[in-house]
């Protein structure tokens, strides 16, 4: 991740992600489901892909209790 971050830096760069902590930091994402697009924005700003960001994590925290 650290790689990725310093080839980026003062770049503008198109990243596509399957693993939403890759573009946790991104200035703008787009968000596509089923080839279109769905949102703009970044994580900040909430929505659809925020929503899925934090329902992940809820799902990764609760799957470590259970094996903790």
């Known amino acids: ?8 830096k003062n770049r503008a760069s ?8 890759t573009i946790l ?10 080839h279109r697009l769905m ?5 900040e700003a909430g929505g659809l892909y925020s929503g899925l960001s934090e329902s992940r994590m809820t799902n990764r925290r609760a ?3 259970r094996r903790g």
């Open 1 to 8: 991740m650290e790689a990725l971050e310093r080839l980026m």
């Open 63 to 65: 799957s470590m209790r």
């Open 39 to 43: 949102e703009q924005g970044s994580y």
């Open 25 to 34: 930091h991104a200035d703008m994402i787009f968000f596509m489901k089923d």
């Open 14 to 21: 198109i990243v596509i992600a399957h693993h939403l902590g």
